[in-house]
């Protein structure tokens, strides 16, 4: 007996002769080398052919993106005075042919018109619009809207999105307050595009959070959209729901919405202080000289975070109502406020300047090393 | 005598088992709560276009701390990758932390620094900072240098902290590469979850071999040397199975020195990073969660598969013996330093099983290990020990070993698949039947060798000297990973 068969003989023997003489520890142990054996051998298949398919399916993603690619690429070349008819009846038996049903092909289409429609103006978005019809593909795409899957929904969701198919609107309303997050923030997205009569229908509803993550989405989309009609976000600012509040009020700021004034000053006394903060950061923004009162009436009942952002926004404002008051805080005990203090000074249009420099020839020497910071404009606040 | 030693060698062996089987069971649940929280995060993340965030005025704004201790080979490179990140909002203070090389001058010289009135809020200890310096240059409008007294690490972060403007801060050790999404990623968790999140961590990679151009990773390849491929195989173990369970657990106690990203207002609260310890990034996550916890505060502290930082890693033996013994102490004096948090059920999860799983399958297993390792020769002197079942014992763990590793790769080639060549995948397969004999031994050695220092009163970082990706010699301030 050879070497190996003496080991595979003894390991034979230990797992079937042997195996019920052993201690239990022992007997446990044994089954446990047994179990990481077999998986390990099933994970490096498993790892291997992975790698082999992927592989694989990477050429044919490549090989077919290329086809289509130059394809729609096509599509560039006329322009608006031709006919979307016979473009179509070009372009549609070609694409006939090819093998739509293997997902991949599927995919890839669909991908590409979508990123053709979009980064094209003109004819081209005209002309794969119809296309997109014609292929069945809206069909499609609200096949994955109502299906059960979070994820098929999305995609349902963008394909409408991108491709711009307004008919879609009434089925995507009732996702805009789903409890799943990506699914909401992506129906809200498409929802604002989608309906042109009365895109922030969906604020009225929310009764979710919109995550500071979807505000920046749905930010993003608002302001750059400019088709889009702007309604008076004041109207949402009795929200009981905190977030669209919140999202109203950096829409209020970017818009610089006047007529929020009112509105926006009775939120000085929101339960919420992060509301609170951006209310007052509006106000100074806005620069509401009436609010200054309002302002300076709750600022000591505030922490900390909520005075700076009070003395920064009476310093934008810079109405000099207030001057005693920001050079008395220049003797606060809290660094920040100080300096937060200064700037406000500074930032008067007229003086500020001079007046922090009459300041310094008196006040104390910290005061001194913050003013000089103050006055550095190669220093951003 | 025989008798007893049979009595006690049955007890060893019993005690051995159990113990193992307790580690094992308990690296089986985190690798499945991983696969949960990896596969959560692939799915939710292919959805995302984080070119909103980039663009957006919403966007956290960020300062990016890299203390820089004698970097003069790299140091101009280095801060110009950082100032090519890719966000909007964000700020790169660098703290020149007494080097005694030309890192000030050059830095002086190339950005064409000039000193500022900027004054120092002194919020959190740290020693004199001598000057703060702006460039000249509208290009490097981004760009803070603080001059400072040598104090170590942590003294330099603490005084980049102080000079900070923004609201998050971005802690990385200057001669990592860190990738240019990178404050994207890390950023979009403190936008996204119901409550506060405190820190979130990427993980990082190893760049040994690797190819780097102008401060950027343009070709990922398989470290050369058996070292450090050894110890990629130990990072990918830890992030994506580790970090990532805890992290879905919201149990994780440490957040990578090399890039952890960090609430500026509670960093402050807590008083920046300790000075007294060669473990400050597992003391300052541990403190930041027990101060949350004492303001009964709901928050997260969160990890990203994303592979966000690549360091290079020791490939010399006495470099990484040092490293290792070093994050032991550290380890040491974080769990000493919070001894009260023990079966603490004031502290939630963190008191309950983070600290006592730290401390007893972190911070124990190897010394267990080595105990084994020392009695079982011991018996085989003394000639009772039963040879067989000792071998099964010892197969048993290196095949459980052997498996845990695969089945990292497996979440590896599942999730951002950085090794695309197929001899790379064949290395990494192969490291990990030769890892627990060749290189496990030794770092359960450092551990202990750690620990004995640490009650001998030993602090220091110690000396350490790394090739560098242009083989420059520049000093290694490398990760700590666990030994999951």
Redesign the interface.
Known sequence: MNFFETIFKYIGDTYTDRLSY??T??R???L??LF??V??VE??I??LF??ASKNREEKQIKYWKEHIDNMLANVVIYDESDDTDEIIAHFYPKIKKMPLRNPIVNNILTTEILTYHKNFTGKVPEVLAVLFHKLDLDKKSRKKINNKNW?TK?EGIREANEMEITDMAEEIVKYTDDEN??LRM?AQAAYIKLSPSNPFHFLDRAQE?I???H???L??IITKNKKLAIPSFSKWLRSPNDTVVMLCL?LID?FMQFDAAEEVQRLLKHHNPKIVKKSINIIGKLELEDAEKHMFGVYFDHPDEIKLEILNSIGKISSGNYAEFLSSRIYSAD??IK?EAMYAIKNDPDDGENKLKEIFKQTTAENR??I??V??N???? | MKEFLATFEILF??AI??YA?VV?ASYVMLTLLSAIEMNGYM??NS?LNYR??L?????PSVSVLAPAYNEEATIIDNIRSLLSLHYGNYEVIIINDGSTDSTFRRMFDYYQL?K????V?Y?IGCNDVRGVY?SKLPSFSKLTVVDKLNGGKSDALNAGINVA?KDLLLCIDVDCIVQEDAILKLA?P???E?YQVIATGGVVRIANSCKVEDGKLVEVNMPKNLWPRFQVLEYIRAFLMGRMAWSRLNGLLIISGAMGLFDKSVVIKVGGYDHNTVGEDMELVVRMRRYMYEQDRRFKVVYIPDPLCWTEAPADLSILGRQRNRWTRGNLETLWAHKDLFFNPRYGILGMLSYPYWLFFEWLAPIMEFLGLSVFIILVIMGNVNLE?SL??M??VY??S??LS??A??FE??SYQQYTK?TD?IKL?LAAFLEPILYHPLTIFWAVQGNIQKLLGKNSWGAMTRKGFKENKIPIKTEQTTTT
């Open positions: 052993f201690p520890n022992i446990v142990s044994l446990i080398i990481c054996i998986a390990m994970l490096y498993y790892i992975k790698r994820e999305i997050g990506l992506e959070r995550l500071d993550w505000q920046v989405v930010f993003e950096k970017h660094t920040k300096m090393t913050l000089k910071h006055l550095d190669r220093i951003k606040p | 062996n019993n088992f159990y089987m094992m799915k939710k959805y909103e965030i663009v957006s005025p919403l966007a000039e500022v009135d900027f004054a809020d919020q702006k403007a979009k403190y936008l996204e119901k079942f099964i014992l197969s048993m095949f459980f052997v498996t695969t089945v790769i497996l080639e599942m197929g995948l397969l």
